[in-house]
């Protein structure tokens, strides 16, 4: 089964953070490279644990994903956007 997700990848200090949308699923390293790699394997990990626990479809409706008999289709992306709030200070 192949699931697609879409990745955000940021620095913090030292480090790159990527994010998996929608499954919320988060990992980090040294380069934006390494942060794809550890996220790629965190996904990887999260699902198949669920898959070993018997959730798996229940985490990826959750997430947005809906589940066919041979086909996983995840959320419709409708738009990328970045946003600023006034905040005062």
């Not at 479809?57 to 589940?67: F, K, M, Q």
């Amino acid at each position: 089964m192949r699931i697609d997700y879409s990745a955000q990848i940021w620095r913090e200090g030292r480090q790159y953070v990527a994010h998996a949308m929608p499954l919320d699923v988060m990992s980090s390293g040294r380069t934006p490279d390494d942060a794809r790699r550890a996220l790629d394997e965190a996904v990887r990990l999260c699902l198949a644990t669920a898959a070993d626990a018997g959730t798996l479809a229940d985490v990826l409706e959750e997430a947005g994903y809906s589940l066919g008999s041979r086909k996983v289709t995840g959320p419709e992306w409708i738009a990328w956007e970045r946003h600023t709030a006034a905040v005062a200070v």
